[in-house]
């Protein structure tokens, strides 16, 4: 019996919250949406299929922040899209984005800094907040 009540007692699998912010947006049309990733390969991700979570948030004097709740402990990486006429895309000139994104970890993209998720992710392991720079090609 004494098994049974400390098996019942035991605490759940921790989660966290993550509050993400982006600041110098260069206007506040449309909104910003937040993808959060947890796995190898799921970024680059140009039609935001393979997220673990996806937040969108209005921009205010050019800042927006979000927050993921009740996550799991873990690995995680995220990406933002300033999607400024809100379609859910990333809306491409000749092949580079017309509108800002940003990757957690980044502070620049290029050819040779392309993003991918082990340079992106960052270990989640209590409540933590993080920047993304937002990036206009």
Do not use: W
């Not at 050019?62 to 402990?73: K, L, Q, S």
């Not at 994104?101 to 991918?116: A, C, E, Q, V």
């Amino acid at each position: 019996m004494l098994l049974l009540l400390s098996s019942s007692m035991a605490p759940d699998d921790a989660s966290f919250s993550l509050t993400v912010e982006v600041n110098e947006l260069r206007n506040s049309t449309g909104e910003v949406q937040f993808a959060l990733y947890n796995k190898d390969g799921t970024i680059p991700d140009e039609d935001f299929e393979n997220h673990y979570k996806l937040l969108k948030a209005e921009i205010i004097n050019g800042t927006c922040t979000v927050r993921f709740e009740n996550i799991p402990e873990g690995r995680y990486a995220v990406n933002i899209l300033h999607d400024e006429n809100k379609n859910g895309k990333i809306d491409k000139g000749f092949m580079l984005p017309v509108e800002g994104i940003g990757f957690s970890n980044y502070t620049s993209i290029g050819l040779r800094n392309r993003p991918n998720f082990s340079k992106a992710s960052f270990d989640l392991n209590s409540d933590r907040t993080i920047e993304v720079k937002v990036i206009y090609m």
